[in-house]
C-alpha cells in the first residue's frame, strides 16, 4: 500500500510535475466537454484541422518573442478563432465541400507553420515541442491562462446548453424557434478553438483531436443523455490525463503521446467490454430504478 | 391543459387575415427554379396534402414557407406578417433526417420545441415541464418519455417529433413525408393524431407520395411539381389530365414506386 502511495506521490515533489498533472487533468476535463459536440456533430476532421492550423501562428510568435512562452498562447488564440471563422465562412460561401476546404486550408497553414519554424535555429527540438506538447515546461503563468479559459468554455457550454443541444440535434428546428443559428455555429467553432489553444501546450497539434474525440466517444458509448456524456467525457479525459502523465513520468515515454495512449486504451476496453456486458447491465439497473420509485 | 400560450409571442398576429398567403413565390437554386410563381391561402384549421413527383420542391416549398430558406421573388405572409420572426410554424422533419442515435430521451426532444419561448440564458421550468408531459399526453406517449430515442418505433418517432412541434406552440405544421416507411396500423395512428390537431385549430400541410391516402383522409390536395398544377378538394384535383400534366411520363410508373416505398 505504502508503495503504491509512494509511486503516485513521489513525482508530487518536483513543483514542474504539479504543474504538468494539473494542466493535464485540465486539458483532459474541457477537451472532453467541447469534444461532446464534436463527436457528436461529426467534426473530427475540422477539430484535427483546426489544431494544425494553429502552427503558423504560434510560430510567428516564436519567432518575435523568442523565449517567452506567454506570448505563445496569445498569437495561438488569435490564429485558432480566425482559422475557425475562416473555415466556417469559407465552407459556406464555396461550392466545395466542407471536407475539401478544411483539406486545403488544413495542410496550407500546417506547411507555413513548418516553413517559419525551420527558418530558427534550434528547429528540430522546438517543432516537436509545437507537434507533441510539453507540458511538463508548463509554468505557473501558462496554468492561470488554461484555467481562466477553459473556465470561460465550460461556462459559455453550460450557459448556451439548450441552443447548441438544438444546434447538434436538429438545425431546421432552430431556423423555425428562430434561434440565431449561424451565430451559435460560429460561438461553437470559436469554443472548440480556444480548447485547442489552451491545450496546445499540453498535448501539442499533432495528437489535439485525440483529446477531443476519445474520451467523448468512449463516454458516449456508455450514457444515454447529453448531460451524462460530458459528465462522464470530462472525468475520462480529465483522469486519462493524469494517469497518462504518470505512465510518461515512471517510463519515460513522450508525455502528450503517453496521455493519448491511455485514452485510446480506456476506449478500446470499453469498446470491447461495453456493448454486450456493460450497457445492457446499466439498462438493467436503470429500469429496476425506476420500478422501486413507484411502488 | 396548460394555458395555450406561455410567453408572448414575438409577432403580432392579424387574426383577421389567412394563416398562410403565397403571392407569386419563386424561388431559384442557381439558374434553375425550384418554385415557380406560387400563389395560395389556407384556412385555419384545414389539413392539406401536397403530392408530386420526386424533387417536384415539397420540401423547398416548406422551408420556404417556415423561414428556412428565403423565396427569390413574391410575398409570404403568416397571420398577414412575414415568416422571418413567427415562432408559430413548426417543420417536422423526414424521419430518415434524425439523427437517432444522438444521447437524448424523448423528453429532452420535446423540451427542444420551448427553446425558442424560453430565450437565451434560460432554463426551462415547472410550466413547461407540465407543458411538455401534455403534449405527450396529446399524442398518447406519456409512457415514453424517459425512453431513449433509438429505442422508438418509427410511429413513435413521427408521434414525438408532432408532440415537439405542439410544445413550440406551432399554429401551422409542415410534416415532411409523415407516413412514408409506417406499416398501415401506424399510418392511421398518424392520421388520427391529425384529428387531434384539427380538434386545436392546428392547421397542417403533409407532403405525401400517396395519392390515395391524400384523397381519402385531406380536406384538400395540392398538385405540386416545381408549379401548382392543382390545389382544391381531391376530385377536382386528381383528374387524369392534371395528374398527367404534373407527373409528366412518369404516371405509371408511380404506382409501381409507392408499392416499393410502403414494402
Redesign the interface.
Known amino acids: 500500500m505504502t508503495d503504491v502511495l509512494d509511486w503516485i506521490l513521489a513525482p508530487l515533489s518536483y513543483s514542474f510535475m504539479v504543474r504538468g498533472l494539473l494542466a493535464a487533468f485540465m486539458v483532459g476535463t474541457v477537451c472532453a466537454v467541447v469534444g461532446s459536440y464534436v463527436v457528436?456533430r461529426g467534426m473530427a476532421f475540422f477539430g484535427d484541422a483546426l489544431a494544425h492550423s494553429l502552427l503558423p501562428g504560434v510560430a510567428v510568435g516564436y519567432l518575435v518573442s523568442g523565449a517567452a512562452r506567454g506570448a505563445l498562447f496569445w498569437w495561438g488564440l488569435l490564429t485558432g478563432i480566425g482559422t475557425a471563422l475562416g473555415i466556417g465562412a469559407i465552407s459556406k460561401g464555396a461550392k466545395l465541400k466542407e471536407d475539401t476546404v478544411i483539406g486545403i486550408v488544413f495542410a496550407g497553414m500546417f506547411a507555413l507553420g513548418v516553413a517559419l519554424i525551420s527558418t530558427a535555429r534550434s528547429y528540430a527540438v522546438d517543432l516537436a515541442h509545437f507537434l507533441f506538447g510539453n507540458v511538463l515546461g508548463v509554468s505557473s503563468g501558462d496554468l492561470w491562462l488554461m484555467a481562466l479559459f477553459g473556465g470561460l468554455i465550460l461556462l459559455l457550454i453550460f450557459?448556451?446548453y439548450?441552443?447548441f443541444?438544438?444546434l447538434?440535434?436538429?438545425a431546421?428546428?432552430?431556423?423555425?424557434?428562430?434561434?440565431p443559428m449561424r451565430l451559435l455555429n460560429y460561438l461553437m467553432l470559436v469554443l472548440i478553438a480556444v480548447a485547442v489553444v489552451v491545450s496546445l501546450q499540453t498535448v501539442g497539434v499533432a495528437l489535439m483531436v485525440a483529446m477531443l474525440v476519445t474520451p467523448a466517444a468512449t463516454a458516449?458509448l456508455l450514457?444515454?443523455?447529453?448531460p451524462?456524456?460530458m459528465a462522464l467525457a470530462a472525468l475520462i479525459g480529465g483522469s486519462c490525463g493524469a494517469v497518462g502523465l504518470y505512465l510518461s513520468y515512471y517510463f519515460s515515454l513522450a508525455s502528450g503521446a503517453s496521455i493519448v495512449l491511455v485514452c485510446t486504451g480506456v476506449f478500446l476496453l470499453v469498446l470491447l467490454f461495453a456493448p454486450r456486458r456493460i450497457r445492457p447491465w446499466l439498462q438493467s439497473l436503470r429500469r429496476s430504478g425506476?420500478k422501486g420509485e413507484r411502488s | 391543459m396548460a394555458p395555450k400560450h406561455l410567453h408572448p409571442k414575438?409577432v403580432p398576429h392579424d387574426v383577421n387575415a389567412p394563416i398562410l398567403k403565397l403571392a407569386e413565390v419563386c424561388l431559384n437554386y442557381d439558374a434553375n427554379a425550384a418554385l415557380e410563381g406560387l400563389s395560395f391561402q389556407l384556412k385555419t384549421g384545414e389539413r392539406v396534402a401536397v403530392v408530386g413527383p420526386n424533387g417536384a420542391g415539397k420540401s423547398t416549398l416548406f422551408?420556404v414557407i417556415?423561414?428556412?430558406l428565403p423565396p427569390s421573388r413574391g410575398d409570404i405572409h403568416i397571420y398577414g406578417h412575414r415568416p422571418?420572426?413567427?415562432?408559430c410554424?413548426?417543420?417536422v422533419?423526414q424521419r430518415t433526417q434524425?439523427?437517432w442515435t444522438?444521447?437524448?430521451?424523448v423528453t429532452?426532444?420535446v423540451?427542444?420545441?420551448r427553446?425558442?419561448k424560453?430565450g437565451?440564458?434560460r432554463?426551462?421550468g415547472r410550466v413547461d415541464w407540465d407543458f411538455v408531459r401534455s403534449c405527450l399526453e396529446a399524442l398518447s406517449i406519456a409512457d415514453l418519455a424517459?425512453r431513449?430515442i433509438a429505442q422508438l418505433s418509427g410511429g413513435q418517432q413521427q408521434r414525438m417529433m408532432i408532440a415537439?412541434a405542439l410544445a413550440?406552440e406551432a399554429e401551422l405544421m409542415l410534416m415532411d413525408e409523415p407516413l412514408t416507411g409506417l406499416d398501415v396500423r401506424s399510418q392511421g395512428d398518424i392520421l388520427d393524431v391529425m384529428d387531434v390537431l384539427r380538434g386545436r385549430g392546428v392547421t397542417v400541410m403533409v407532403a405525401t407520395h400517396d395519392l390515395d391516402l391524400a384523397a381519402r383522409r385531406f380536406d384538400r390536395v395540392m398538385l405540386l411539381n416545381r408549379r401548382v398544377f392543382g390545389f382544391g378538394p381531391p376530385e377536382e384535383v386528381f383528374t387524369q389530365a392534371r395528374l398527367a400534366a404534373a407527373y409528366g411520363g412518369s404516371l405509371e410508373r408511380l404506382g409501381r414506386q409507392d408499392d416499393k416505398e410502403r414494402s
Open positions: 457528436l450557459a448556451f439548450k441552443e443541444l438544438v447538434s440535434f436538429d431546421t428546428l432552430g431556423y423555425t424557434l428562430r434561434l458516449s450514457t444515454r443523455r447529453l451524462a456524456m425506476y | 414575438n422551408q417556415a423561414g428556412i422571418g420572426r413567427h415562432l410554424i413548426a417543420y422533419p434524425v439523427d444522438f444521447p437524448v430521451n429532452d426532444v423540451m427542444m420545441g427553446v425558442g424560453l437565451l440564458l432554463y426551462p424517459k431513449q415537439r413550440q
